[in-house]
Protein backbone atom coordinates (compact mmCIF):
# COMPACT_ATOMS: atom_id res chain seq x y z
CA UNK A 1 0.00 0.00 0.00
CA UNK A 2 1.72 3.29 -1.37
CA UNK A 3 2.36 5.99 1.42
CA UNK A 4 0.10 9.19 1.44
CA UNK A 5 2.21 12.25 0.43
CA UNK A 6 -0.08 14.66 1.52
CA UNK A 7 -1.88 15.14 4.54
CA UNK A 8 -5.33 17.47 5.11
CA UNK A 9 -6.88 18.67 8.20
CA UNK A 10 -9.04 15.73 9.43
CA UNK A 11 -12.22 17.72 9.90
CA UNK A 12 -11.92 19.39 6.52
CA UNK A 13 -10.66 15.89 5.00
CA UNK A 14 -14.05 14.54 6.55
CA UNK A 15 -16.27 17.50 5.24
CA UNK A 16 -14.77 17.01 1.52
CA UNK A 17 -15.22 13.61 1.24
CA UNK A 18 -18.94 13.95 2.32
CA UNK A 19 -19.95 16.44 0.09
CA UNK A 20 -18.36 15.34 -2.69
CA UNK A 21 -20.29 11.59 -1.85
CA UNK A 22 -23.44 13.69 -1.54
CA UNK A 23 -23.10 15.36 -5.00
CA UNK A 24 -22.33 12.01 -6.46
CA UNK A 25 -25.41 10.60 -5.47
CA UNK A 26 -27.42 13.65 -6.48
CA UNK A 27 -26.26 14.05 -10.00
CA UNK A 28 -26.90 10.49 -10.57
CA UNK A 29 -30.24 10.34 -8.65
CA UNK A 30 -31.87 13.46 -9.29
CA UNK A 31 -30.05 14.94 -12.26
CA UNK A 32 -29.55 11.83 -14.05
CA UNK A 33 -25.91 11.99 -15.38
CA UNK A 34 -23.89 9.24 -16.28
CA UNK A 35 -21.87 7.82 -13.61
CA UNK A 36 -18.55 8.09 -15.29
CA UNK A 37 -18.90 12.23 -15.31
CA UNK A 38 -20.40 11.75 -11.50
CA UNK A 39 -17.54 9.92 -10.09
CA UNK A 40 -15.12 11.47 -11.75
CA UNK A 41 -16.72 15.45 -10.38
CA UNK A 42 -17.28 13.91 -7.08
CA UNK A 43 -13.50 12.99 -7.16
CA UNK A 44 -12.21 16.11 -8.29
CA UNK A 45 -14.05 17.95 -5.42
CA UNK A 46 -12.91 15.56 -2.88
CA UNK A 47 -9.61 16.30 -3.85
CA UNK A 48 -9.68 20.12 -3.88
CA UNK A 49 -12.34 20.38 -0.85
CA UNK A 50 -9.65 18.32 1.59
CA UNK A 51 -6.43 20.84 0.04
CA UNK A 52 -4.72 18.71 -2.07
CA UNK A 53 -2.75 20.47 -4.72
CA UNK A 54 -4.23 20.50 -8.18
CA UNK A 55 -1.05 18.92 -9.65
CA UNK A 56 -1.50 16.08 -7.50
CA UNK A 57 -5.75 15.69 -7.70
CA UNK A 58 -4.46 15.13 -11.50
CA UNK A 59 -1.45 12.93 -10.88
CA UNK A 60 -4.14 11.09 -8.59
CA UNK A 61 -7.10 10.80 -11.31
CA UNK A 62 -4.34 9.43 -13.75
CA UNK A 63 -3.14 6.57 -11.44
CA UNK A 64 -6.75 5.73 -10.31
CA UNK A 65 -7.43 5.05 -14.05
CA UNK A 66 -4.41 2.83 -14.14
CA UNK A 67 -3.88 1.26 -11.09
CA UNK A 68 -7.48 0.30 -10.87
CA UNK A 69 -7.53 -1.41 -14.68
CA UNK A 70 -4.30 -2.45 -15.02
CA UNK A 71 -5.63 -5.85 -12.99
CA UNK A 72 -8.70 -6.15 -14.58
CA UNK A 73 -9.32 -4.35 -17.65
CA UNK A 74 -8.17 -7.67 -19.91
CA UNK A 75 -10.02 -10.11 -17.50
CA UNK A 76 -13.33 -8.49 -17.84
CA UNK A 77 -12.38 -8.19 -21.93
CA UNK A 78 -11.67 -12.25 -21.61
CA UNK A 79 -14.28 -13.02 -19.76
CA UNK A 80 -16.42 -11.22 -21.81
CA UNK A 81 -15.48 -13.02 -24.95
CA UNK A 82 -16.05 -16.56 -23.37
CA UNK A 83 -19.09 -15.98 -22.45
CA UNK A 84 -19.86 -14.58 -25.81
CA UNK A 85 -19.10 -17.82 -27.46
CA UNK A 86 -20.76 -19.82 -24.52
CA UNK A 87 -23.71 -17.76 -25.35
CA UNK A 88 -23.98 -18.30 -29.51
CA UNK A 89 -22.99 -21.64 -29.59
CA UNK A 90 -26.14 -23.18 -27.74
CA UNK A 91 -23.48 -24.37 -24.68
CA UNK A 92 -25.75 -22.46 -22.07
CA UNK A 93 -28.76 -23.75 -23.65
CA UNK A 94 -27.23 -27.27 -23.34
CA UNK A 95 -26.23 -26.87 -19.71
CA UNK A 96 -29.70 -25.85 -18.82
CA UNK A 97 -31.41 -28.85 -21.10
CA UNK A 98 -29.40 -31.43 -19.80
CA UNK A 99 -29.37 -30.96 -15.66
CA UNK A 100 -33.71 -30.30 -16.02
CA UNK A 101 -33.62 -33.80 -17.88
CA UNK A 102 -31.43 -34.92 -15.32
CA UNK A 103 -33.23 -33.33 -11.91
CA UNK A 104 -36.92 -33.92 -13.58
CA UNK A 105 -39.70 -31.38 -13.61
CA UNK A 106 -40.17 -31.64 -9.87
CA UNK A 107 -36.74 -30.38 -9.26
CA UNK A 108 -36.49 -28.16 -12.55
CA UNK A 109 -35.84 -25.02 -10.00
CA UNK A 110 -32.61 -26.46 -8.95
CA UNK A 111 -31.33 -27.48 -12.32
CA UNK A 112 -32.05 -24.04 -13.47
CA UNK A 113 -30.89 -22.28 -10.49
CA UNK A 114 -27.54 -24.33 -11.08
CA UNK A 115 -27.14 -23.52 -14.83
CA UNK A 116 -27.91 -19.99 -13.80
CA UNK A 117 -24.90 -20.02 -11.30
CA UNK A 118 -22.86 -21.77 -14.22
CA UNK A 119 -23.48 -19.31 -16.71
CA UNK A 120 -23.61 -16.29 -14.75
CA UNK A 121 -19.40 -16.52 -13.86
CA UNK A 122 -18.97 -16.15 -17.34
CA UNK A 123 -21.78 -13.80 -19.28
CA UNK A 124 -23.50 -10.73 -18.18
CA UNK A 125 -26.50 -11.22 -16.39
CA UNK A 126 -28.44 -9.57 -19.56
CA UNK A 127 -27.64 -11.91 -21.75
CA UNK A 128 -27.81 -14.72 -19.52
CA UNK A 129 -31.24 -13.96 -19.08
CA UNK A 130 -31.94 -13.72 -22.69
CA UNK A 131 -30.75 -17.14 -23.80
CA UNK A 132 -32.54 -19.11 -20.98
CA UNK A 133 -35.76 -17.25 -19.85
CA UNK A 134 -37.80 -19.26 -22.59
CA UNK A 135 -36.36 -22.33 -20.74
CA UNK A 136 -38.29 -21.14 -17.67
CA UNK A 137 -41.55 -20.65 -19.92
CA UNK A 138 -41.03 -24.36 -21.67
CA UNK A 139 -41.19 -25.82 -18.08
CA UNK A 140 -43.90 -23.55 -16.70
CA UNK A 141 -45.95 -24.23 -19.90
CA UNK A 142 -45.68 -27.91 -19.44
CA UNK A 143 -46.34 -28.04 -15.54
CA UNK A 144 -49.00 -25.29 -15.53
CA UNK A 145 -47.42 -23.11 -12.17
CA UNK A 146 -46.07 -19.91 -11.95
CA UNK A 147 -43.50 -18.30 -13.80
CA UNK A 148 -42.26 -16.85 -10.57
CA UNK A 149 -41.88 -20.31 -9.31
CA UNK A 150 -38.88 -21.44 -11.81
CA UNK A 151 -37.82 -17.95 -13.13
CA UNK A 152 -36.60 -16.86 -9.59
CA UNK A 153 -34.05 -20.01 -9.63
CA UNK A 154 -32.85 -19.25 -12.32
CA UNK A 155 -32.61 -14.79 -11.70
CA UNK A 156 -30.49 -16.30 -8.12
CA UNK A 157 -28.00 -18.57 -9.97
CA UNK A 158 -27.64 -15.98 -12.90
CA UNK A 159 -27.23 -12.83 -9.96
CA UNK A 160 -25.08 -14.85 -7.19
CA UNK A 161 -22.74 -16.80 -9.95
CA UNK A 162 -22.16 -12.47 -11.14
CA UNK A 163 -21.45 -11.65 -7.60
CA UNK A 164 -19.73 -14.10 -6.38
CA UNK A 165 -17.16 -16.60 -8.80
CA UNK A 166 -14.13 -14.98 -10.91
CA UNK A 167 -14.22 -14.80 -13.71
CA UNK A 168 -17.12 -12.65 -13.39
CA UNK A 169 -16.39 -8.61 -13.45
CA UNK A 170 -17.97 -8.22 -10.43
CA UNK A 171 -15.93 -10.48 -8.36
CA UNK A 172 -12.55 -9.54 -10.03
CA UNK A 173 -13.92 -5.89 -9.44
CA UNK A 174 -13.57 -6.28 -5.94
CA UNK A 175 -10.64 -9.09 -5.22
CA UNK A 176 -8.71 -7.52 -6.83
CA UNK A 177 -9.51 -3.92 -5.12
CA UNK A 178 -8.73 -5.92 -1.98
CA UNK A 179 -5.92 -7.52 -2.89
CA UNK A 180 -7.54 -10.77 -3.05
CA UNK A 181 -6.07 -13.92 -4.98
CA UNK A 182 -8.56 -15.35 -7.72
CA UNK A 183 -8.05 -18.81 -6.77
CA UNK A 184 -8.78 -17.58 -3.03
CA UNK A 185 -11.94 -16.23 -4.76
CA UNK A 186 -13.05 -19.46 -6.15
CA UNK A 187 -12.94 -21.18 -3.02
CA UNK A 188 -14.74 -18.68 -1.27
CA UNK A 189 -17.13 -17.87 -4.02
CA UNK A 190 -18.36 -20.95 -4.83
CA UNK A 191 -19.80 -21.93 -1.56
CA UNK A 192 -21.26 -18.67 -1.09
CA UNK A 193 -22.87 -18.46 -4.51
CA UNK A 194 -24.54 -21.94 -3.83
CA UNK A 195 -25.96 -21.09 -0.42
CA UNK A 196 -27.11 -17.63 -1.50
CA UNK A 197 -28.80 -19.72 -4.78
CA UNK A 198 -30.05 -22.42 -2.52
CA UNK A 199 -31.78 -19.49 -0.13
CA UNK A 200 -32.82 -16.98 -2.20
CA UNK A 201 -33.24 -19.05 -5.49
CA UNK A 202 -34.68 -23.01 -4.24
CA UNK A 203 -36.59 -21.97 -1.07
CA UNK A 204 -37.69 -18.23 -1.79
CA UNK A 205 -38.58 -19.20 -5.75
CA UNK A 206 -40.81 -22.12 -3.87
CA UNK A 207 -42.44 -19.76 -1.47
CA UNK A 208 -43.58 -17.17 -4.22
CA UNK A 209 -44.46 -19.21 -6.61
CA UNK A 210 -46.84 -21.11 -4.79
CA UNK A 211 -48.16 -17.39 -3.38
CA UNK A 212 -48.28 -15.41 -6.44
CA UNK A 213 -49.40 -17.03 -9.95
CA UNK A 214 -47.73 -15.66 -13.20
CA UNK A 215 -49.23 -16.26 -16.36
CA UNK A 216 -47.22 -17.10 -19.17
CA UNK A 217 -46.07 -13.98 -21.34
CA UNK A 218 -48.91 -13.32 -24.09
CA UNK A 219 -46.03 -13.82 -27.04
CA UNK A 220 -43.75 -16.77 -25.45
CA UNK A 221 -41.37 -17.75 -28.04
CA UNK A 222 -41.10 -21.36 -28.80
CA UNK A 223 -37.20 -22.83 -27.84
CA UNK A 224 -36.14 -24.04 -31.43
CA UNK A 225 -35.55 -27.64 -30.83
CA UNK A 226 -34.00 -27.92 -33.87
CA UNK A 227 -30.87 -26.39 -33.34
CA UNK A 228 -28.28 -28.62 -32.93
CA UNK A 229 -26.76 -28.13 -29.14
CA UNK A 230 -22.90 -29.00 -27.89
CA UNK A 231 -22.54 -32.13 -25.66
CA UNK A 232 -23.14 -31.73 -22.06
CA UNK A 233 -19.45 -33.02 -20.87
CA UNK A 234 -17.84 -30.81 -23.99
CA UNK A 235 -19.60 -27.61 -22.44
CA UNK A 236 -19.21 -28.57 -18.83
CA UNK A 237 -15.25 -28.55 -19.66
CA UNK A 238 -14.99 -25.89 -21.44
CA UNK A 239 -16.43 -23.55 -18.69
CA UNK A 240 -14.87 -25.67 -16.21
CA UNK A 241 -10.72 -24.76 -17.91
CA UNK A 242 -10.68 -21.21 -16.52
CA UNK A 243 -11.77 -22.44 -12.82
CA UNK A 244 -9.87 -25.41 -12.69
CA UNK A 245 -6.27 -23.33 -13.66
CA UNK A 246 -6.70 -20.42 -11.26
CA UNK A 247 -7.48 -23.13 -8.98
CA UNK A 248 -4.46 -25.61 -9.44
CA UNK A 249 -2.25 -22.02 -9.43
CA UNK A 250 -3.20 -21.11 -6.16
CA UNK A 251 -3.05 -24.79 -4.24
CA UNK A 252 0.25 -25.53 -6.49
CA UNK A 253 2.10 -23.21 -3.83
CA UNK A 254 1.11 -25.48 -0.87
CA UNK A 255 2.01 -29.28 -2.75
CA UNK A 256 4.90 -30.84 -2.60
CA UNK A 257 5.83 -30.76 -6.29
CA UNK A 258 8.69 -30.39 -8.00
CA UNK A 259 9.47 -26.28 -8.43
CA UNK A 260 9.88 -26.01 -11.96
CA UNK A 261 6.20 -27.77 -12.57
CA UNK A 262 5.15 -25.69 -9.64
CA UNK A 263 6.19 -22.23 -11.50
CA UNK A 264 4.26 -23.91 -14.46
CA UNK A 265 1.30 -24.18 -12.95
CA UNK A 266 1.43 -20.99 -11.33
CA UNK A 267 2.06 -19.14 -14.73
CA UNK A 268 -0.68 -21.18 -16.50
CA UNK A 269 -2.88 -20.27 -13.83
CA UNK A 270 -2.45 -16.54 -14.15
CA UNK A 271 -6.44 -15.51 -14.50
CA UNK A 272 -5.75 -13.48 -17.85
CA UNK A 273 -3.77 -16.73 -19.16
CA UNK A 274 -5.90 -19.11 -17.66
CA UNK A 275 -9.37 -17.20 -19.48
CA UNK A 276 -6.85 -16.50 -22.66
CA UNK A 277 -6.47 -20.71 -22.95
CA UNK A 278 -10.42 -21.24 -21.90
CA UNK A 279 -11.40 -18.38 -24.54
CA UNK A 280 -9.23 -20.59 -27.29
CA UNK A 281 -10.60 -23.64 -25.78
CA UNK A 282 -14.10 -22.21 -26.28
CA UNK A 283 -13.24 -20.62 -29.79
CA UNK A 284 -11.96 -24.38 -31.41
CA UNK A 285 -14.47 -26.76 -29.48
CA UNK A 286 -17.44 -24.78 -29.24
CA UNK A 287 -16.62 -23.03 -32.43
CA UNK A 288 -14.50 -24.10 -35.31
CA UNK A 289 -15.32 -27.46 -34.73
CA UNK A 290 -18.84 -27.38 -34.88
CA UNK A 291 -18.72 -25.42 -38.53
CA UNK A 292 -18.22 -21.47 -37.35
CA UNK A 293 -15.92 -20.05 -39.16
CA UNK A 294 -13.14 -17.57 -37.90
CA UNK A 295 -15.01 -14.58 -39.53
CA UNK A 296 -18.37 -15.81 -37.72
CA UNK A 297 -16.30 -15.91 -34.59
CA UNK A 298 -14.56 -12.61 -34.99
CA UNK A 299 -18.15 -11.47 -35.38
CA UNK A 300 -19.53 -13.22 -32.01
CA UNK A 301 -16.30 -11.43 -30.16
CA UNK A 302 -16.88 -8.14 -31.25
CA UNK A 303 -20.95 -8.14 -30.76
CA UNK A 304 -19.68 -9.49 -26.73
CA UNK A 305 -16.80 -6.89 -26.16
CA UNK A 306 -19.49 -3.63 -26.48
CA UNK A 307 -20.69 -3.62 -23.04
CA UNK A 308 -17.27 -3.72 -21.70
CA UNK A 309 -15.81 -0.39 -22.35
CA UNK A 310 -18.68 1.23 -20.64
CA UNK A 311 -18.02 -1.22 -17.32
CA UNK A 312 -14.88 -0.28 -17.74
CA UNK A 313 -15.20 2.98 -17.66
CA UNK A 314 -16.95 2.96 -14.55
CA UNK A 315 -14.86 0.60 -12.50
CA UNK A 316 -12.20 3.14 -13.08
CA UNK A 317 -14.49 6.14 -12.17
CA UNK A 318 -14.82 4.50 -9.01
CA UNK A 319 -11.41 4.06 -8.62
CA UNK A 320 -10.73 7.25 -8.95
CA UNK A 321 -12.21 8.47 -5.80
CA UNK A 322 -11.32 5.39 -4.20
CA UNK A 323 -7.13 6.14 -4.60
CA UNK A 324 -8.41 10.29 -4.03
CA UNK A 325 -9.73 9.24 -0.95
CA UNK A 326 -6.91 6.90 0.26
CA UNK A 327 -4.34 9.60 -0.95
CA UNK A 328 -5.87 12.73 0.55
CA UNK A 329 -5.54 10.31 3.78
CA UNK A 330 -8.94 9.66 4.48
CA UNK A 331 -8.38 5.95 4.70
CA UNK A 332 -6.30 6.43 7.88
CA UNK A 333 -8.82 8.87 9.51
CA UNK A 334 -12.03 7.04 9.23
CA UNK A 335 -10.27 3.65 9.36
CA UNK A 336 -9.29 4.15 13.05
CA UNK A 337 -12.77 5.69 14.10
CA UNK A 338 -14.94 2.79 12.66
CA UNK A 339 -12.41 0.33 14.58
CA UNK A 340 -13.27 2.15 17.66
CA UNK A 341 -17.34 1.90 16.78
CA UNK A 342 -17.11 -1.45 18.06
CA UNK A 343 -18.65 -2.72 14.47
CA UNK A 344 -17.10 -5.29 12.10
CA UNK A 345 -14.99 -4.23 8.99
CA UNK A 346 -17.43 -7.01 7.07
CA UNK A 347 -20.65 -4.88 8.63
CA UNK A 348 -19.15 -1.91 7.38
CA UNK A 349 -18.14 -3.25 3.90
CA UNK A 350 -21.89 -4.72 3.27
CA UNK A 351 -23.83 -1.59 4.92
CA UNK A 352 -21.42 0.74 2.63
CA UNK A 353 -22.39 -1.30 -0.58
CA UNK A 354 -25.87 -2.04 -0.41
CA UNK A 355 -26.43 1.92 0.77
CA UNK A 356 -25.16 2.78 -2.26
CA UNK A 357 -26.75 -0.01 -3.99
CA UNK A 358 -30.29 1.31 -3.09
CA UNK A 359 -29.29 5.02 -3.45
CA UNK A 360 -27.36 4.34 -7.21
CA UNK A 361 -29.08 1.52 -8.45
CA UNK A 362 -25.81 0.35 -9.77
CA UNK A 363 -24.44 -2.80 -8.47
CA UNK A 364 -20.84 -2.48 -10.28
CA UNK A 365 -21.06 1.15 -8.40
CA UNK A 366 -21.49 0.00 -5.50
CA UNK A 367 -19.25 -2.63 -5.72
CA UNK A 368 -16.19 -0.47 -6.77
CA UNK A 369 -16.95 2.35 -4.57
CA UNK A 370 -17.56 -0.03 -1.42
CA UNK A 371 -14.47 -1.93 -2.14
CA UNK A 372 -12.43 1.25 -2.76
CA UNK A 373 -13.81 3.01 0.66
CA UNK A 374 -12.50 -0.36 2.74
CA UNK A 375 -9.29 -0.58 0.72
CA UNK A 376 -8.43 2.95 1.49
CA UNK A 377 -7.94 1.82 5.27
CA UNK A 378 -4.67 0.38 7.12
CA UNK A 379 -7.00 -1.67 9.02
CA UNK A 380 -8.55 -3.85 6.37
CA UNK A 381 -5.38 -3.92 4.31
CA UNK A 382 -3.62 -5.64 6.86
CA UNK A 383 -6.45 -8.89 7.61
CA UNK A 384 -5.65 -12.03 6.19
CA UNK A 385 -6.50 -12.75 2.25
CA UNK A 386 -9.68 -15.05 3.94
CA UNK A 387 -10.75 -12.46 5.92
CA UNK A 388 -10.77 -10.21 2.98
CA UNK A 389 -11.75 -13.06 0.37
CA UNK A 390 -15.03 -13.05 3.45
CA UNK A 391 -15.45 -9.09 2.70
CA UNK A 392 -15.85 -9.71 -0.86
CA UNK A 393 -18.33 -11.81 -0.68
CA UNK A 394 -20.28 -9.56 1.95
CA UNK A 395 -19.60 -6.44 -0.29
CA UNK A 396 -20.78 -8.51 -3.90
CA UNK A 397 -23.73 -9.33 -1.36
CA UNK A 398 -24.90 -5.63 -0.28
CA UNK A 399 -24.18 -4.32 -3.66
CA UNK A 400 -26.63 -6.78 -4.96
CA UNK A 401 -29.27 -6.51 -2.26
CA UNK A 402 -32.37 -3.56 -2.65
CA UNK A 403 -32.78 -4.07 -6.30
CA UNK A 404 -35.62 -1.70 -7.41
CA UNK A 405 -37.27 0.77 -9.89
CA UNK A 406 -33.33 2.73 -10.24
CA UNK A 407 -31.75 -0.78 -11.22
CA UNK A 408 -31.89 -1.67 -15.10
CA UNK A 409 -32.06 -5.35 -13.89
CA UNK A 410 -35.77 -4.62 -12.27
CA UNK A 411 -36.83 -3.29 -15.43
CA UNK A 412 -35.10 -6.33 -17.66
CA UNK A 413 -37.13 -8.99 -14.96
CA UNK A 414 -40.53 -6.94 -15.19
CA UNK A 415 -40.55 -6.81 -19.16
CA UNK A 416 -39.23 -10.28 -19.91
CA UNK A 417 -41.71 -12.11 -17.13
CA UNK A 418 -44.89 -9.26 -18.21
CA UNK A 419 -45.33 -8.74 -14.55
CA UNK A 420 -45.69 -5.19 -12.87
CA UNK A 421 -43.76 -2.94 -10.58
CA UNK A 422 -45.32 -4.62 -7.35
CA UNK A 423 -45.20 -8.14 -8.43
CA UNK A 424 -41.59 -7.04 -9.65
CA UNK A 425 -40.75 -5.90 -5.56
CA UNK A 426 -42.44 -8.99 -4.23
CA UNK A 427 -40.73 -11.70 -5.77
CA UNK A 428 -37.28 -9.99 -7.45
CA UNK A 429 -36.59 -7.74 -5.38
CA UNK A 430 -37.27 -9.88 -1.88
CA UNK A 431 -34.36 -12.42 -3.81
CA UNK A 432 -31.62 -9.89 -4.40
CA UNK A 433 -31.88 -8.59 -1.09
CA UNK A 434 -32.13 -12.18 0.35
CA UNK A 435 -28.63 -12.64 -1.68
CA UNK A 436 -27.20 -9.81 -0.27
CA UNK A 437 -28.22 -10.62 3.79
CA UNK A 438 -27.02 -14.53 3.33
CA UNK A 439 -23.28 -13.49 1.51
CA UNK A 440 -23.14 -11.19 4.84
CA UNK A 441 -23.70 -14.02 7.39
CA UNK A 442 -21.62 -16.75 4.83
CA UNK A 443 -18.79 -13.70 4.99
CA UNK A 444 -19.54 -13.67 8.77
CA UNK A 445 -18.51 -17.28 9.19
CA UNK A 446 -15.48 -17.60 7.33
CA UNK A 447 -14.00 -14.86 8.81
CA UNK A 448 -14.39 -16.85 12.03
CA UNK A 449 -12.01 -18.78 10.65
CA UNK A 450 -9.45 -16.22 9.13
Not at 142 to 159: D, E, H, V
Not at 324 to 339: K, R, T
Request: charged share 10%.
Amino acid sequence: MEETTFTADPMRLMLAAAVGIVILLVLIIKFKLHPVLSMMISAIIIGAGAGMPLEMISDTVEKGVGKTLQGIALLVGLGSMFGGILEVSGGAQRIAETLIDKFGQKKAGWALGLTGLVIGTTVFFEAGVVVLIPLVFSVAKQTKKSTLYYAIPLLSGLASGYAFVPPSAGSVLVANALGVNLGTMIMVGVPTALICMLVSGIIWGNLVGNKIFTELPANVEEIDDGKELPPFGLVLGVILIPLVLILLSTVSKYMPIPAGIQSFLGFIGKPFLALTIATLAAMYFLGIRRGFTGAQLKKILDHSLRPVGMILLVIASGGVIRWMLQDSGLGNIIGPALEKSGLPLILIAFLIAILVRASVGSSIVAMTMASGIMATMPAVMDTSMLYRAAMCCAICGGATALSHVNDAGFWLVSTFLEIDEKTTLKSWTIMETLIGVTALVVGFVISIFA
